[in-house]
């Protein structure tokens, strides 16, 4: 049983990343940089749960939408009105040691011995379609594997090629990877498609920490105790996201909220336009996760801390994050 979302102490910035993607998951994913035991794992893990359910064609291995099921799905074509049922959004790991065909899918050896068809056996990314693909110490995972997972993040398809079979299907997922800088960075073209970044520190307050140790220990001596506790809380966040969801298409990006976007990401002299577009998302999702159905200042606010920082041309002793005053500047500029 998971630790409760809800349960976790601060982590403000983290939440909110992670819930912007649950609410828009074409913001582009989550990468989560910290020292160790700060709560990543537990968090990213945690988020699956609140996360609302999903209906699948029954019977599909690729998780089609039965109201909108992929034309191209490789189990398909699927007849309208189809058999479905619902399950809980999936959350799929993917271990660092973990092959190409174990991410991609390969071919099914048992069918071709003794059927002598070729078959195709669906990998992770097919098993995270419209779930949680977590990544856990994505620094170490090796950089083709990291390629492919981004790739699919972004096109939200997938392509496979495997001993003559060519495989396309739908990959649509929240991907979340974190890491700590103390075992190695991500290349900058790596790191660049990474939506949103999040450092994260252990708090220093020491009532803090307290309260952290002490919800650790009621969750590790009762579990499904600590669950009921939060299950109100849990279940008013799921709903939140829901809602969140239903208005997103409904949010309006106003050409000077565009204007705000762009300025802001000009003054941090970011390479490319992949910033600005990652921003804008991310301010739309925040737009609907507070209610609006017009992206505001505040939304830019929120959504250039998120999305610059780890973008953004800087020294090798320079803080991470941005700087206030040139935020402030560029909002009133614009």
């Not at 191209?72 to 190409?100: F, I, K």
């Not at 174990?102 to 059927?115: F, M, N, Q």
């Not at 450092?199 to 969750?219: G, K, L, N, Q």
């Not at 941090?268 to 925040?286: C, Q």
Request: proline content about 6%; glycine content about 8%.
């Amino acid at each position: 049983m998971s630790f409760p979302f809800t349960a976790v102490v601060g982590m403000d910035d983290l939440r909110l990343a992670l819930l912007l993607n649950a609410v828009s998951p074409a913001v582009g994913g989550v990468l989560v940089r910290g020292e160790k035991g700060t709560a990543k794992s537990t968090s990213v893990r945690a988020l699956a749960a609140v996360l609302p359910p999903v209906g699948v064609v029954a019977g599909c291995r690729f998780g089609c939408d039965p109201a909108a099921p992929d034309p191209a799905c490789p189990d398909g074509p699927h007849e309208a009105g189809a058999a479905a049922r619902t399950r809980p959004a999936r959350l799929v790991e993917l271990p660092v040691g973990a092959s190409e065909d174990r991410l991609v899918g390969s071919l099914d050896l048992e069918r071709a011995l003794t059927e002598g068809v070729k078959a195709y056996e669906p990998g992770l990314l097919a098993a995270a379609h419209r779930g949680v693909l977590y990544v856990d110490e994505v620094n170490l995972l090796q950089d083709h594997l990291v390629d492919l997972l981004l790739d699919a993040a972004a096109l939200g398809t997938a392509y496979v090629e495997r001993e003559g079979v060519s495989v396309r299907h739908a990959a649509r997922f929240l991907l979340v990877g974190t890491m700590n800088p103390e075992e190695g960075e991500l290349r900058p073209q790596l790191l660049d498609r990474f939506g949103l970044t999040v450092e994260v520190a252990a708090p220093r307050d020491p009532a803090v920490r307290a309260e952290v140790v002490r919800r650790r220990f009621a969750s590790d001596a009762d579990p499904a105790g600590f669950a009921a506790e939060w299950a109100a809380e849990e279940t008013a966040l799921a709903a939140r996201i829901a809602d969140a969801r239903a208005r997103l298409p409904r949010v309006v990006l106003s050409d000077a909220a565009l204007r705000q976007v762009t300025a802001v990401c000009a003054a941090f002299d970011v390479d490319g336009l992949r910033a600005d577009l990652v921003t804008a998302r991310a301010a739309i999702a925040h737009a609907a996760w507070c209610g609006r159905e017009e992206v505001t200042e505040d939304d830019v606010r929120v959504a250039a801390r998120l999305a610059l920082p780890h973008r953004r041309r800087r020294n090798p002793f320079d803080a991470p994050g941005l700087d206030d005053e040139t935020l402030d500047q560029a909002l009133a500029d614009s």
